[in-house]
């Protein structure tokens, strides 16, 4: 995979997560992947997966403390922010 399109990903992402003042890496990391993931470029973890399913019982469960804080974000990031 193209570290260059990847890179794109998540200039995008933290493009789009200033709009929402947010700064956290780990946020805009995830938000990327969650990009990725939808559009076929490279596959997150299970997380990630989850949201992608719009699972939410497996998003809950998989998620990290910092993540559940950031539901609506990774799902407005799938459903809205595109390259």
Known sequence: ???N????????A???AAG??????H?????????M???NVLQG????????DNNLYEA??????TCINYLKIFVIAKRNWYL
């Open 27 to 35: 946020v805009i990391n995830i938000c990327a992947s969650v990009m």
């Open 1 to 3: 995979m193209s570290e």
């Open 14 to 16: 933290r493009e789009f």
């Open 60 to 65: 809950i469960n998989r998620a990290d403390d």
């Open 45 to 52: 973890g299970s997380f990630v997966q989850a949201i992608i």
């Open 5 to 12: 399109i990847m890179e794109k990903y998540r200039a995008k």
């Open 20 to 25: 929402w003042k947010i700064d956290n890496d």
């Open 37 to 39: 993931t939808r559009d």
